[in-house]
Every structure is written in structure tokens, then in C-alpha cells.
């Protein structure tokens, strides 16, 4: 097997011995796998080995693969940070926006969204530490947002995606995406079809998947140490 299906395979193991430790079914977790300064031959590799969700941060870096590669059933994520005037190339190019933390970007990928395709799938971004480096809402924000989002027709709420403070204490891992969980299950109790808690990352998966991550987001765990941009 090639390295890439080497690596994916060691992830789908790990991943299910965390859902067996946390008593959850393996398909409860999805894999994206964040594809961001990788090849379009190397997200090929990942879709060979059965990879079809794939996570972008930079716009034009994503938009040259989405073009490049020809399988239709591939699902592409923006994860990074979307400044207002590159809105349109999201609303056009992927099925999923991670990364919603003001209602200006919504109502434009809403607006920009086109007529023929299903709407946006979109998770709201929690600043879950109240770091200032970090982008996202604070956890009071997260109804009122969610609530005008919901009247957006070309858009469809899924969820919550969070990036706690890295830590390598597995207890305060937990902490931080317990915390996560419960704003998770306050935005299910508003908005029954949220389904979506995107958390846990190469280092923290395990941690994740135990307070109920529902999507992780792994990159160098599949592809290797990333490339300098």
C-alpha cells in the first residue's frame, strides 16, 4: 500500500478504538481529512484508499484541485478563515463552511449560493477558549447567530466546529471539548436537524471522540508534516 493508505488506515484504527473506548458506534465519526498545501495526486491517493471529505484552508490553493480532480462525489470543506470579498468562490466551489462566526459572511454565501445546487451546509465556529488569536464567536453568541442563519434559505445549519487551546493534558482536552458537547446539545435542542460537532484533530482525537466529536479533522496524521507555504 502506498504511504498515504498506510497512514489512512492507521487514523480509521484509531478512530475506532476511540469510539469502542467511548462506547459509540464507528460510524457515528466521520474523517475529514484536511487536504490544505497537499497535491491534487495526493488527495487522489486519499480517495483511492476511500477519503471522499476533504478539508481546505486556503481558497485559491483548494479552488486549482477542485478543478484538477474529476470525481464528482467528492465533498469539499473550507475550514480557514474567509475574508467577506471571497465568499463567492465558497458558495460556488464547496458543500461545506466550517468556519461561519459573523452573520455578514453567511448572508453572503447564502446570497451567492447558486440557485441549482442544495444549500450550504454550514457549522458556526466557537471560540471555545476565549483565545485572541483565534477566530470564532463567543459561546453566548452562538443562539442569536444560529437563529438568523436558520431563515437563510440557501444555506443549512449543521453544527458546531471548534479549535480549543492545544494542550497535551488529556484532562484539560476533555474539558475543553465537554464544554463543546453541551453547546453542541443547546443548539440541538433549537435546531433539531444540527448533526454536526466538528472537533479533534491529529493530536487530540481520542480526547474528542470520547466527549463526542461527530467529525475529526486530521491532516498530518494522513499526509505527513505539512509543506512551508
Not at 491534487?40 to 478543478?67: H, M, P, W
Not at 471560540?127 to 444555506?155: F, M, R, V, Y
Not at 436537524?193 to 479533522?217: C, F, K, N, P, Y
Request: contains cysteine; negative net charge; glycine residues 6%.
Amino acid at each position: 500500500m502506498p504511504k498515504i493508505a498506510d497512514n489512512l488506515e492507521a487514523v480509521y484504527q484509531r478512530i475506532g478504538k476511540a469510539c469502542e473506548k467511548a462506547g459509540r458506534q464507528r460510524d457515528e465519526v466521520q474523517l475529514l481529512a484536511v487536504s490544505k498545501t497537499r497535491s491534487a495526486s495526493e488527495v487522489l491517493e486519499a480517495y483511492d484508499y476511500g477519503c471522499r471529505d476533504f478539508g481546505e484552508n486556503y481558497l485559491q490553493d483548494a479552488l486549482e484541485k477542485i478543478t484538477e480532480i474529476k470525481p464528482t462525489d467528492i465533498h469539499w470543506h473550507f475550514i480557514g478563515h474567509l475574508q467577506s470579498n471571497k465568499t463567492r468562490q465558497v458558495a460556488e466551489h464547496f458543500q461545506w463552511m466550517h468556519t461561519v462566526d459573523r452573520l455578514k459572511i453567511a448572508q453572503r454565501l447564502n446570497d451567492q449560493r447558486p440557485a441549482q445546487l442544495p444549500p450550504l451546509n454550514i457549522c458556526l465556529q466557537v471560540n471555545i477558549s476565549g483565545e485572541d488569536s483565534k477566530a470564532g464567536i463567543d459561546a453566548t453568541e452562538l443562539l442569536p447567530l444560529a437563529a438568523k442563519i436558520e431563515s437563510l434559505e440557501q444555506l443549512q445549519l449543521r453544527g458546531l466546529m471548534v479549535i480549543p487551546a492545544a494542550s497535551q493534558e488529556v484532562e484539560q482536552q476533555r474539558r475543553a471539548f465537554a464544554e463543546s458537547r453541551q453547546l453542541f446539545s443547546t443548539l440541538q435542542a433549537q435546531h433539531p436537524q444540527v448533526d454536526t460537532l466538528s472537533m479533534g484533530m491529529s493530536g487530540d482525537l481520542d480526547s474528542a471522540i470520547l466527549e463526542g466529536s461527530t467529525m475529526v479533522r486530521i491532516g498530518t496524521d494522513i499526509f505527513g508534516a505539512r509543506a512551508q507555504r
